[in-house]
């Protein structure tokens, strides 16, 4: 995760009284490592989960919580703290809080300190699945979204409360990641982006499958970078667990074909195509309708070749398209890249070896090399997904300027 954009920022951090507000104790300790100076506002429900003295030990500064306790020399630090700063998170953020907010409600120091600021404003909701698919919960989360609120989606998995599903937090990074992406120039404004990430799925029977180990993680970064400079983002992913990048639209797929037209349908409309995903290339022929037994000691399955997303896009790629592949390869990168480049008609691709160390398939790092349809060749050390997103958006913005 890039946050050094963070650097000498002024954040808010925002606690409401959920279960997660133990998670905003690191998040404030990664804001302030990537180098913002931060001010914690909590309300009061909030200090039944984290005490105060926490927040202030650790920040540096008294913890505003109490409208009227005259605890410090400024009478308004509503105002004060709402014009000096650059960003506000609330995380956790309440089904209450989230209520209050939609509608202007400024009961306490943190809904008022919100009301009062002009910067960007992120919410992080954390709750229980069944309060999360609440349609009014829903309605309050869309109200904020059109009021220009930047919603840091909660993941799916195990919640406090042991169900299953949507309501828990957003990772620290994953929220950190969004303060910082605020401060991005917009440079893909009214650019409409489509990316494609993940592995697909080939079922050989019910249980079982053809596929690899592509994490999603490239595409994702780029996904979220692109939405960060301000770009339309729709994210076409296989199987992923990763959190969905905020401000993308997300398409969930599990098989190649399946992908395909859900990047077809979408591609109709893109200025720039991303295809990051790690695609089947060939697929059982006839997937079992029931478990496949152990019986025989050898056994084979009849494959056929799926469909080539990117060499179709190639073909239907409109005057002033951009579309960028990637190729991963075990030997003859270089060979394999141009090769891949010219043969299905795009405009740049990134290469990576697969097994080179802390690069390629689930790694949080990567190490490309761009190639491009006018013969530049540019190798990218070693560096973490977020930043090889951005330098290879920083290609694409150059190539679609043309
Ligand atoms: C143990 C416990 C955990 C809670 N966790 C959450 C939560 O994760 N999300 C949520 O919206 N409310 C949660 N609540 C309910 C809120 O604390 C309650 O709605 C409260 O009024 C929120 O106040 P605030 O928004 O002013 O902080 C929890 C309550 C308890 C007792």
């Not at 954009?5 to 133990?22: D, H, P, T």
């Not at 709402?82 to 120091?109: C, H, Q, R, W």
């Not at 592509?214 to 996904?223: E, F, H, R, T, V």
């Not at 030997?331 to 394999?336: C, F």
Request: one cysteine or more.
């Amino acid at each position: 995760m890039n946050l050094k954009m963070l650097s000498e920022k002024n954040i808010i951090l925002g606690v409401s009284g959920g279960i997660a507000a133990y998670k905003s104790v690191e998040l404030l300790r990664l804001l302030q490592k990537a180098g913002a100076a931060v001010k914690v506002a909590m309300t009061a429900n909030a200090a039944q989960f984290v005490g105060p003295l926490t927040f202030a030990a650790i920040s540096g500064h008294k913890v505003f919580k109490d409208m009227f306790s005259g605890e410090t020399d400024e009478p308004m630090w509503h105002i004060s703290w709402a014009e000096a700063a650059d960003a506000m998170v609330i995380a956790p953020a309440t089904a209450n809080i989230i209520a209050k907010l939609a509608n202007g409600i400024a009961d306490d120091a943190l809904t008022t300190l919100m009301l009062a600021a002009t910067c960007p404003k992120l919410i992080c909701p954390a709750m229980n699945i069944h309060m999360y698919e609440n349609i009014a919960v829903q309605r309050n989360i869309d109200i904020l979204q059109s009021d220009g609120f930047i919603v840091v989606e909660p993941g799916d998995g195990e919640l406090a409360c042991g169900a299953y599903g949507p309501g828990r937090m957003a990772e620290p990074q994953t929220i950190a990641g969004q303060v910082a992406a605020c401060f991005y120039l917009k440079d893909f404004a009214g650019k409409k982006v489509l990316v494609t990430a993940g592995p697909t799925r080939e079922p050989i029977d019910p249980v079982r499958f053809i596929s690899n180990p592509s994490s999603g993680k490239m595409g994702y970064a780029l996904a979220r970078a692109a939405a960060a400079r301000g770009a339309d983002v729709v994210l076409v992913s296989g199987p992923s667990s990763l959190d969905i990048p905020a401000g993308a639209q997300i398409i969930r797929v599990v098989t190649a074909a399946e992908m395909a037209s859900a990047v077809f349908e979408n591609a109709v409309h893109a200025d720039i195509v991303i295809k990051v995903a790690a695609v089947s290339d060939y697929r059982p022929v006839a997937p079992a309708e029931h478990k496949i037994k152990k019986s025989q000691d050898k056994m084979s399955i009849e494959l056929e070749k799926t469909v080539d997303i990117l060499a179709e896009l190639g073909r239907r790629k409109r005057p002033g398209q951009v579309l960028v592949g990637f190729a991963a390869e075990t030997r003859d990168l270089e060979i394999n890249a141009v090769n891949k480049l010219c043969a299905k008609n795009l405009d740049l691709i990134a290469a990576n070896v697969v097994g080179d160390a802390g690069a390629g398939f689930a790694a949080d790092t990567n190490r490309i090399t761009l190639y491009d349809a006018v013969g530049r060749r540019e190798e990218l050390p070693l560096m973490d997904k977020d930043a090889a997103a951005h330098h290879l958006l920083d290609r694409v913005r150059e190539l679609s300027g043309r």
